[in-house]
C-alpha cells in the first residue's frame, strides 16, 4: 500500500526557533519524495525534492529508509514560512503520480 | 509562461447540473494529472494523460466523471449529475515524461454544490 502519514495537522513556534515537519511513508517499491508547499492565497509548489539533495529557503530534508521518513527541517524558522506543508511521494512506472498526505500548517509567530 | 492554467476559479452549481473544468498544462508537458482536494486532505489522484491517451483512473472517479484531453494539449474534466459529495477542490498538475519529475500544479478549481 501506498501512503504517506503527516502526524501533525497543527505546528506553531516563533520566529527564530528550529522547526521540523514530521512525514512517514509506507511504499513497496523505490521511494522517491517531495515537499510541496501552499502559501496563503497562492498554488501549491515543489519545496523539496529528495534526490536534489538541496537547501531551498533553508529547508533540508533527508529520505531515511530505515524509519521510512522524510523529516522537513529549518533551524530558524521566518514568518514567512507560515503555510501548508504537504509531503508526497512518486509512484514509480506507469504515471507516476503523486500520494499526498493531509498536510501541516505551520504558523510562524512574531 | 505562465504556469498550469485552470478555468474556472470557482464554480458554484445546483445539485444534479453538469459541470466542466479545463486545464492549460505547462506547453511542452506531455503529462497532465487531474487531482481532487476536500478539506483537511491532502490532493488525491483523479486520472493521468500521456498526451492524449488516459492511462490511468482512480477508482475515486465514478462514472460521472469524465475526462478528455484532445490533441494533447488542454483537458477538460467533466461531472455529469452532480451531488453534494463532490464539492472539493479539482487540482491539474503538468510534467514532463520519464524519471519521476517534478508535478506543476494550477491554482484549481473550487467546485461548490448547492
Known amino acids: 500500500a501506498q501512503r504517506v502519514t503527516q502526524p501533525e495537522k497543527l505546528l506553531s513556534v516563533f520566529k527564530g526557533a528550529p522547526v521540523e515537519l514530521k512525514c512517514n511513508y509506507s511504499?513497496?517499491?523505490?521511494?522517491?519524495l517531495f515537499w510541496y508547499v501552499q502559501y496563503s492565497r497562492q498554488r501549491l509548489q515543489l519545496l523539496l525534492r529528495?534526490?536534489s539533495r538541496e537547501s531551498i529557503k533553508g529547508f533540508t530534508a533527508d529520505l531515511n529508509k530505515g524509519e521510512t521518513s522524510f523529516h522537513l527541517k529549518k533551524p530558524f524558522a521566518q514568518e514567512e514560512d507560515s503555510a501548508m506543508y504537504y509531503c508526497a511521494l512518486v509512484t514509480q512506472g506507469g504515471s507516476e503520480k503523486l500520494v499526498f498526505g493531509k498536510g501541516t500548517k505551520l504558523t510562524v509567530n512574531p | 509562461d505562465t504556469g498550469v492554467s485552470q478555468d474556472p476559479r470557482h464554480k458554484i452549481t445546483k445539485r444534479g447540473q453538469n459541470v466542466t473544468f479545463r486545464c492549460d498544462p505547462i506547453?511542452?508537458?506531455?503529462?497532465l494529472y487531474w487531482y481532487r482536494q476536500t478539506l483537511g486532505q491532502g490532493p488525491e489522484f483523479l486520472t493521468y494523460f500521456q498526451n492524449e491517451a488516459q492511462l490511468e483512473k482512480s477508482r475515486l472517479l465514478s462514472d460521472r466523471f469524465s475526462a478528455e484531453r484532445p490533441k494533447g494539449s488542454f483537458s477538460t474534466l467533466e461531472i455529469q449529475r452532480t451531488e453534494q459529495g463532490d464539492s472539493a477542490m479539482y487540482l491539474c498538475?503538468?510534467?514532463?515524461?520519464?524519471?519521476?519529475?517534478?508535478?506543476?500544479f494550477g491554482d484549481g478549481t473550487r467546485l461548490s454544490i448547492l
Open positions: 511504499y513497496s517499491g523505490s521511494p522517491e
Open positions: 529528495h534526490i
Open positions: 506547453s511542452e508537458h506531455n503529462r
Open positions: 498538475a503538468s510534467s514532463l515524461t520519464g524519471g519521476r519529475q517534478p508535478q506543476h
